[in-house]
């Protein structure tokens, strides 16, 4: 059976740090593409990450660069998010998703170009 499951989410005060693992079980997460979104209530949901199936590539919605980073151990099956620098419009709740290999790019963020999802965890920055 394919997941995705998150974990690592959290309460946190502005300008602490967190760690988001994405473990995948029911396919070979070597070969694929991984994007994280968010969800803040009612917004959007937004793309945050995502990261080639090597791990050489990674890319950053402008909202989190340079405060976040992602990566991968393809031996464990899981993508990892850091989270530092985090502030009070982080607040959401975190997904990671599979990405199909449509012929887009997992940059776009098109939530339809990712199959499969995660549960979700919850991030609040709050003091």
């Known amino acids: 059976q394919l997941q995705l499951v998150e974990s690592g989410g959290g309460l946190v005060q502005p300008g602490g740090s967190l760690r988001l693992s994405c473990a995948a079980s029911g396919f070979t997460l070597d070969y694929y593409y991984i994007g994280w979104f968010r969800q803040a209530p009612g917004k959007e949901r937004e793309g945050v990450s995502c990261?080639?199936?090597?791990?050489?590539?990674?890319n950053y919605a402008d909202s989190v660069k340079g405060r976040f980073t992602i990566s991968r151990d393809n031996a464990k099956k899981t993508v990892y998010l850091q989270m530092d620098s985090l502030k009070p419009e982080d607040t959401a709740v975190y997904y990671c998703a599979r990405f199909t290999r449509s012929g887009g790019s997992c940059s776009d963020y098109v939530p339809r170009e990712y199959d499969y999802w995660g549960q979700g965890t919850q991030v609040t920055v709050s003091s």
């Open positions: 990261i080639s199936s090597s791990g050489r590539w990674t």
